[in-house]
């Protein structure tokens, strides 16, 4: 999936994008250099969500780097490891937010 590197810029901010960048996560498309393609799936991540984080940063994102789902992965030098699924991700969004009485 292709998005155009203006978007990209707007929303994980210039340093993250260049840090995906240098690390070879992203690479710009061979037919359109405007848009930029994932070799991994990206997943942002609410820490607050798996953490408390009472007191610390509240802004804080984190952003989570697997493979692709067989066979969709893109120009694998290496085996790949096992990828987390969507579903997977969307479990760790729905965690509880504040303590639990046992």
């Known amino acids: ?4 590197v203006g978007e990209l810029r707007r929303v994980v901010g210039e ?3 260049d840090a995906m960048e240098s690390l070879g996560l992203l690479a710009s498309s061979p037919v359109n250099s405007s848009l930029l393609l994932s070799h991994v799936q990206l997943f942002p991540l609410d820490p607050h969500a798996i953490h408390s ?3 610390e940063r509240e802004d804080l994102t984190l ?3 697997t493979d692709w789902c067989p066979p969709c992965s893109l120009s694998l030098r ?3 490891v096992m990828y987390i699924g969507p ?3 969307g479990l760790v969004n729905h ?3 504040d303590p639990v009485a046992n």
């Not at 999936?1 to 155009?4: E, Q, S, Y």
Request: charged share 25%; with cysteine.
């Open 87 to 89: 579903d997977s991700i």
């Open 95 to 97: 965690a509880p937010r």
């Open 78 to 80: 290496e085996e790949p």
């Open 1 to 4: 999936l292709a998005r155009p």
């Open 53 to 55: 984080t009472h007191g």
């Open 15 to 17: 340093e993250c994008l």
């Open 63 to 65: 952003i989570l780097a």
